[in-house]
């Protein structure tokens, strides 16, 4: 079974004596990562915060009606209502003439992970930059990915939790991209069942 984030504990010391110990409720939906990725989200059910328009939005409740969501960093991530705005954004090469947002956003861009909620690469888009382990549901996108692209790196292992069990991983190199319907490397069918995502280098 993969070790999981457990409730921290909390000491409360009052003067020279122990007044109380005490474990916060619930599992913590902060993330741990490899490197320096992770989550702009503090413990809790607090979701991960985004910057979308300028203003601060918690992609647990909702996107908002943004299309694309990128983490640049553990605590910087950015919502946009295009392919387009976030090409500009990252500094990647504007679509080519002629080119469509959803034949760009299959590329992924260089540096980038990319989990799409359409099949094809298509719909809602969540992307990383980092190494780390990403649990979803902090993004809104728990068992909601339909196909993934790796665009660089070594290796993307997609996870479905099983409470009380051990839990299914699925392992992708890089330049991966397919629909998860039936993906090349596996018989089964990862559709919408994907809760984490790590990312991991060679």
């Known amino acids: 079974m993969r070790n999981r984030i457990k409730p921290g504990v909390t000491l409360l010391v009052m003067g020279m004596a122990v007044a109380a110990l005490a474990l916060s409720s619930g599992p913590s939906t902060a993330q741990t990562s490899t490197v320096d990725g992770g989550s702009s989200s503090s413990a809790g059910n ?19 009606g943004a299309q694309t969501c ?9 919502c946009y209502d295009s392919e387009a705005q976030f090409r500009a ?7 080519a003439k002629g080119v469509s947002a959803k034949s760009a956003a299959a590329t992924c861009g260089s540096g980038w992970t990319c989990l799409y909620e359409g099949y094809n690469s298509g719909g809602r888009k969540l992307q990383w930059s980092e190494n780390g382990l990403y649990p979803l549901e902090g993004y809104d996108f728990r068992d909601k990915a ?14 479905d939790a099983v409470p009380g069990w051990w839990d299914d991983t699925m392992l992708l190199w890089t330049d991966y991209e397919d629909d998860l319907r039936d993906p ?15 990312l991991r280098s060679c």
Not at 184 to 196: F, G, K, L, Q
């Open 89 to 95: 954004d990252a500094g990647l090469p504007a679509l």
């Open 184 to 198: 090349v490397s596996s018989d089964e069918n990862w559709d919408n069942i994907t809760d984490e995502i790590e």
């Open 146 to 159: 339909s196909s993934v692209r790796r665009g660089a790196g070594c290796a993307v292992e997609l996870v």
């Open 46 to 64: 607090a979701g991960v915060i985004a910057t979308y328009h300028g203003k601060k939005i918690n992609l647990s409740e909702g996107w908002q």
């Open 70 to 78: 990128a983490q640049f960093s553990e605590r910087d991530v950015r």
